[in-house]
């Protein structure tokens, strides 16, 4: 039921209720007419009197209740016209103006219209436009910066998402050669390990081999010194067969001297010569012997102090290769330790890329959902026509569109 219809209803309420009475009356009247006529009938000329008095009392009063109901018919007609011009049209402009705004238009400007309720009611669908028209305009820029923003984090997002997979590919290439690297330098631990082992075990042959030098070069000492004695002897041989030769000439001498009693006396003395001459000849060929056997036992001897010297030398070098060793052995160890350490960082910074390859891909969906919601924001704030604004607080201005160009996620 619309204002105009329930005004129509009371004000036709209103007039029936007048038109009522005044039947009432006019009924009232007759009938009081109608006793007077008798009452004049009965009463003579006083009567008469009386019901002329009356029926003029009755012409006015059918009078003033025709100028009632004429009065009440324009003051209906009066309250309908006000009603219409002070309260349905300003309804019907609001009504208007509600439409518009539901429709998105919010550039025509509201007047207001005075200090009464309609007034106030115009002031305040003022504000509220000025309010909806500021709104609208905050949600607009906002949207177009979350628009851009969304689609700026999208693509970072989408950027860091492709570094983030090609560094967690790297970093699974980098532990697969970390793991071969460490069977390396485990394998190269082993393997010096073993070369410690067998340095050291060189260095006591050496030392062995060091003591049977030095026991063969106390060996050939005594050879020398023993080739010495024999030398010794042989002079004193020598010095024998030379006498025996001196004393077997005498005895020939003297032999010739007795004649024939001393023939075989001289020939003893022959075979002594000759066994001296030989023993003189065995000596001097075991003299060379000996004196050569010297020379190589001496060359010998030298070789000897010189392998016994180079032995001492490999003695030491093997040492100096040990300890090499060992300490290579060490530091492989320690490397294969830190190699060990440094894996485990990157298999814990590979897993640490695969979640952050995983929250990159959540915030890239996350961004592009938003993205498609600024996007539906921004083609819900673009149904809005907004009036250009003088300032902040007015709202006198031109009505423009604003078309905002919605980009489909």
Known sequence: ????????????????????????????????????????????????????????????????????????????????????????????K????????????????????????????????????????????????????????????????????SRTEHQAASLEQTAASMEELTSTVEQNADNARQASQLAASASQTAQRGGEVVGEVVGTMAEISGSARQVTEIIEVIDSIAFQTNILALNASVEAARAGEQGRGFAVVAGEVRALAGRSGEASKKIRALIETSVERIEAGTRLVDQAGSTMTDIVEAVRRVTDIMDEIASASQEQSKGIGQVNQAITQMDQVTQRNAALVEEAASA?????????????AVALFKLAQARDDSADDGVAIDVEVEVAHA
Request: charged residues 15%; glycine residues 8%; hydrophobic residues 50%.
């Open 1 to 92: 039921m619309t204002v105009k219809v329930s005004w129509g209803l009371v004000l036709a309420a209103f007039s029936l209720l007048i038109l009522i009475l005044s039947a009432q009356s006019v009924y009232i009247l007759n009938q009081s007419h109608d006793a007077m006529i008798r009452l004049a009938a009965q009463s003579g000329d006083a009567g008469s009197q009386a019901l002329a008095a009356f029926d003029t009392y009755a012409a006015t009063m059918r009078w003033g209740i025709g100028v009632v109901i004429a009065a009440s018919v324009v003051l209906v007609v009066i309250v309908l016209w006000g009603v219409t011009v002070n309260v349905i049209r300003p309804l019907r």
């Open 94 to 161: 609001v009504v208007g103006h509600f439409e518009r705004m539901a429709k998105g238009d919010l550039s025509e400007r509201i007047e207001a219209r005075g200090d009464n309720e309609i007034g106030q009611l115009y002031a305040a669908l003022s504000d509220m436009q000025q309010s909806l028209s500021r709104t609208v305009a905050t949600v607009r820029d906002s949207s177009q910066g979350i628009y851009q923003g969304a689609g700026e984090i999208a693509q970072g997002n989408s950027d860091l998402s």
């Open 367 to 379: 961004a592009s959902e938003l993205e498609g919601e600024a996007a539906r924001l921004r083609q």
